[in-house]
């Protein structure tokens, strides 16, 4: 599990209040007041179980007082402990004045018998349009509270208020600061309106709240997952998302606060979540899984519980259910629907029932489609659901012949009783007030009375499918006249008023309609497909967005305001690059093109370039944009230059090369170290660098200064000039094995090999942080991105990991990575999700978190087994004390010379000692990485090492997560064949020939050698030097020791005499 710089775990993180994660909430924190609760005695609770009973039976609302919420602050049955998404029962219980070995009050799966109508919600949802005497009720309580100590920050929040604090100090390296774009796939919510116009909709994984008209957002931090649905209750004050995922987590938020007050953790544990809904009281979720066989839950979230009231599985052939919603009211009933099949469902006492009814298109002889939303009617039994072909099906409750008892345990059966025709496909269905509403995907809004006769209509010719509607919480002022629009229709003589909503469609666009003026005004308009490219302008606040759906958009991150677009026909935008100069902006598309444009007005400067054969996936300009170079998906590079033509500049294609025989993975511009020309290099996963003389190429033709081989396994991912921090000058790369190597950029020697950060996934693109800092000008930072994290790295790299630092920013994939010209801000694009984050840089926390790892050796002693007290550092220092005797002689007469120091030549034999068995070219590597250390800067070759380097040395080079058994079972799946038994096995004979022909070739001897040495078969002659050896026997007895077929389990633990978990022993007993 991944930790942020501090040691928290992404779980941890993820239910912890925001205002403990940096970001701003109130002036005191928590963790310093915390709040008290009202004491309740058992008497005063029993008079008020008494008294809600009485009023139940009456019919009765229940008072807004201290038995449902302690401070008053608006949770319906809410134990404190939910207050900051804490699960503490026995703290609730002693809260409400119960005995914590008692039953709480609040628990029970449903009632005893259902009601024919039951009674308005118990211990009232707060909201922004309150009544005097709740609020004179919750000022009461405010004042006692406070008296008592600091008020619940829940129960003191009020719409807006996210809005209305000040900027604290940034806590974290990284902050999010910004999102651009949002999950079109799902609905986007207003949540206040007027003069406040404030939505909230899915970005990723984090939930924003957006202040449209104030230009300002709020964060919703907590899931580690992409976010796949989410629901708002009728007051807009509880949110509740969940996500798909390993971890999968359900949070409920309050809106305004922005405090999660309740997180469930293994809610669904294989799969996640697909559907979520919320009841009208507020009190009841049910939940959808998202696996192949689904299982439906209803949680009384109040409750600090991580079970379910109530669960069913349904029955695969039901089809993958993902839609869900509530009776508005019945919080015991519920329907959910997926694109074949509409289920209702009935809980209680009895558990979860649901009821399938059946619809084909023979039932009415008339095509159904696909479904979509299904809703209640509100004031019948009856519900709807809308289709794909057009049709609204009713269905209606068919009375069984059967006892009341039976009726109170059993879901009513329904019946499909009409099929409406709604002309379009319908895409949304819902009842707002005392209206039925429905989106089609021609971007039309229809309003039916309960007898589905036509209210009125709100369409726009440039609307597409709607996703999602949403309705202001206050109705408009009366209008001065009747809307007679062209976009809007009414079908009865009075005009139909009303209130305003937002409309979400599936194209990524958000709407705000105007009902009185039916005005559309459009909100946000983002991109509707993957977001693959981003690039900052190198001297103004300004970053380019680029996507799969051709739209570019540049925007002032500072003001975080839109400035210009451009959309391109055919083809999607896969990457860009503006030049150093910042007059230009290229951009690489999928179909091979190239567009040079210019940065401000994003108009063409010349005619499009087409000289790639498939999508170009990577571009850049020389650092005197003179050159502009391109690779392809093709593996191909391609270089354009800029030339004079009629006294103005313009640019012409150079010429391509195919360098690389798999894909690409970077194209690196840099200058000449004697002159100021442009050097050229890219980075292939066929481990080549390549270097390209740009001096000598000409048309149509690229010539190849140099091409290097820079790894022996590893996949070398990307590529980056390091910071001259020393006299002798770098290219850095980092590799899928979680390492760093600086490669001299003359020799291109590997220089030093360094552990790099290790948070689930190497690094796949990595950015020198711009830095201004003319105090410290040695002072350097690395942005990275890994496949889900963005992170920051101090330079030097020394394999110390206290001095990166990483967060989640696309948990489905990070596709580009981009650094503001003056280093304050790091953007994230997010492919898939079609989002763009921009992170605030703190590196005072960077720094701070590298101080608290400790300095010198202790983080390189923490990377090892046990610590510096541990087991395996007393190991060490004995095997190189030990080297130090054999490098002297282990019979030698003569009087030792203590040091603490071991020759270069020791080091292969005590990593060997210790666990990690480098190939020789990585001794080699090792040995030169020690023996030129100081020469650029001495002249001299070091030729001995003490045990500190020695630490670190080999935390650098040894495997970041060691040997796994996966990895074995791996190379016999590719090497190896089945025999009769059906067991990946290699035979005898072929490993012993691939070990001696593939790879690093070993001679017969040497192979030998190494197996009886490992079998403990070694045959040996007199004497004590530990490496007298005699080859004699020793074919032999490797013949007799190895059986003829060799399975992966038999390799690891009778060859390398590696232990194994115990179902791979019991695979190698029967064998």
Request: glycine share 8%; with cysteine; hydrophobic share 35%.
């Amino acid at each position: 599990m991944e930790t942020s710089q501090d040691g928290q775990t992404a779980k941890e993180m993820a239910v912890l209040p925001k205002q403990l994660q940096g970001s701003p909430q109130t002036d005191q924190p928590r963790s310093q007041h915390p709040p008290k609760p009202l004491p309740l005695s058992k008497d005063h609770l029993a008079a008020a179980k008494e008294k809600e009973s009485a009023l139940e039976d009456a019919g009765a609302d229940a008072p807004l007082d201290a038995l449902w919420s302690p401070s008053g602050m608006g949770i319906p049955g809410t134990p404190p402990s939910t207050w900051a998404g804490r699960q503490d029962t026995a703290a609730s219980r002693t809260a409400l004045g119960e005995d914590t070995a008692g039953t709480s009050c609040l628990e029970g799966a449903g009632p005893p018998g259902l009601p024919p109508v039951l009674p308005e919600p118990k211990g009232g949802i707060s909201s922004p349009c309150s009544g005097h005497k709740e609020q004179e009720t919750q000022q009461g309580s405010r004042e006692d509270d406070q008296r008592d100590g600091s008020a619940s920050l829940v129960w003191a929040a009020t719409p807006g208020m996210l809005f209305q604090e000040d900027k604290q100090t940034r806590l974290h390296p990284l902050s999010l600061s910004w999102v651009l774009g949002y999950n079109s796939s799902l609905a986007v919510h207003s949540l206040m309106d007027g003069e406040d116009r404030v939505l909230l909709y899915v970005a990723s994984h984090t939930v924003v709240i957006h202040d449209i008209l104030g230009n300002r957002q709020y964060h919703l931090q907590g899931h580690t997952n992409v976010i796949s649905c989410l629901c708002v209750s009728e007051d807009r004050r509880w949110v509740a998302t969940a996500d798909q995922g390993p971890d999968a987590l359900i949070i409920v938020w309050d809106s305004f606060s922005g405090i999660p007050v309740r997180t469930i953790f293994g809610s669904h544990p294989v799969d996640g979540v697909s559907a979520i809904a919320i009841s009208q009281d507020a009190k009841y979720l049910a939940t959808i899984s998202a696996g192949t066989v689904q299982r439906v839950c209803v949680w009384k979230w109040t409750l600090p519980t991580e079970k379910p009231v109530c669960s069913t599985e349904l029955r695969p052939e039901f089809g993958y259910q993902d839609y869900v919603i509530f009776n508005p009211q019945n919080p015991y009933e519920f329907v959910s629907n997926g694109k074949t099949q509409v289920i209702f469902y009935l809980w209680g006492d009895a558990g979860l029932q649901y009821d399938a009814p059946l619809l084909s298109n023979q039932t009415f002889n008339s095509v159904v489609g696909c479904f979509s939303q299904s809703v209640f009617h509100f004031n019948n039994s009856q519900a709807l659901t809308g289709t794909s072909a057009g049709k609204l099906v009713v269905w209606d409750t068919v009375s069984p012949h059967s006892s009341s008892k039976e009726l109170q345990v059993k879901p009513h059966s329904r019946k499909a009783t009409k099929l409406v025709p709604m002309r379009d496909s319908l895409t949304v269905v819902m009842v707002f007030e005392s209206c039925i509403v429905t989106g089609d995907v021609k971007g039309r809004v229809k309003f039916f009375d309960g007898q589905l006769q036509l209210l009125a209509c709100y369409s726009h010719s440039k609307v597409g499918p709607i996703r999602s509607i949403s309705f202001s919480k206050t109705p408009p002022d009366p209008p001065g006249a009747s809307p007679a629009c062209s976009t809007s229709c009414t079908t009865s003589s009075q005009p139909f008023i009303a209130r305003n909503f937002i409309l979400s469609t599936s194209d990524a666009t958000v709407l705000h309609v105007a009902t009185d003026r039916t005005n559309f005004e459009k909100v946000m308009e983002e991109a509707k497909k993957a977001v693959n490219a981003v690039a900052c302008h190198p001297r103004r606040a300004l970053v380019a967005v680029g996507s799969h759906c051709g739209l570019l958009k540049v925007w002032d991150y500072q003001q975080t305001k839109y400035l210009v677009s451009r959309i391109f026909t055919g083809a999607g935008i896969q990457c860009l690059s503006y030049d150093p100069k910042g007059y230009f902006l290229a951009a690489g598309f999928t179909d091979g093109s190239v567009y040079i444009l210019d940065a401000i007005s994003l108009q063409s400067s010349c005619k499009e370039f087409r000289f790639s054969h498939g999508p170009v996936t990577h571009i850049s300009f020389s650092h005197d944009s003179e050159y502009l170079a391109t690779a392809d998906e093709k593996y191909a590079v391609t270089v354009y230059k800029r030339v004079l033509k009629n006294g103005s500049g313009c640019w012409e294609h150079l010429a391509g090369l195919h360098s690389h025989y798999k894909p690409i993975r970077s194209i690196l511009f840099g200058v000449q170290l004697d002159s100021n020309e442009p050097r050229l290099l890219s980075l292939g996963e066929d481990r080549q660098l390549v270097e390209y003389d740009l001096n000598s190429s000409s048309k149509d033709h690229l010539v190849v200064l140099h091409r290097d081989r820079v790894e022996q396994i590893a996949v070398p991912l990307c590529l980056a000039w390091y910071p001259q921090l020393s006299t002798e000058s770098f290219i850095l790369t980092a590799n899928n094995c979680y390492k760093m190597k600086l490669y001299n950029t003359t020799t291109k020697m590997c220089r030093k090999t360094l552990l790099g950060p290790t948070y689930g996934s190497p690094l796949e693109k990595i950015q020198i942080l711009p830095t201004t800092n003319a105090t410290d000008p040695q002072k350097c930072y690395l942005a990275y991105i890994t496949k889900d994290k963005v992170g920051l790295q101090i330079l030097p790299v020394d394999g110390n990991p206290h001095k990166s630092s990483a967060f989640i920013c696309h948990p489905d994939g990070v596709s580009d990575l981009a650094s503001s010209y003056d280093g304050h801000y790091i953007f994230t694009a997010g492919g898939k999700d079609c989002t763009v984050m921009k992170w605030e840089v703190n590196l005072n926390a960077l720094d701070a978190a590298a101080s608290l790892g400790g300095e010198d050796l202790m983080p390189f002693y923490n990377l090892l087994d046990g610590g510096r007290e541990g087991e395996f550092f007393r190991e060490l220092e004995d095997y190189f004390y030990y080297a130090q005797l054999r490098s002297h002689g282990i019979e030698t007469l003569e009087p030792r010379q203590v040091s603490t120091y071991i020759p270069l030549e020791e080091i292969p034999s005590v990593m060997r000692a210790m666990g990690f068995y480098p190939s020789e070219e990585k001794i080699e590597e090792m040995i030169n990485e020690v023996k030129f250390s100081k020469y650029v800067d001495t002249g001299e070759q070091v030729t001995k090492i003490n045990l500190g380097d020695f630490i670190k040395l080999y935390i650098n080079h040894r495997p970041a997560f060691g040997l796994s058994m996966k990895k074995i079972q791996r190379a016999f799946q590719v090497l190896g064949y089945d025999n009769e038994n059906g067991d990946k096995v290699i035979d005898r004979g072929d490993l012993l020939l691939l070990l001696q022909c593939r790879g690093e070739h070993m001679t017969e001897d040497e192979l030998a050698q190494c197996l009886t040495t490992l079998m403990g078969k070694r045959p040996r002659e007199g004497g004590s030097e530990p490496d007298a050896y005699d080859p004699s026997g020793a074919a032999a007895l490797t013949e007799e020791e190895i059986p003829a077929e060799i399975t992966a389990e038999i390799f690891t633990a009778d060859i390398l005499g590696l232990p194994i978990a115990e179902p791979e022993k019991k695979n190698r007993k029967k064998r």
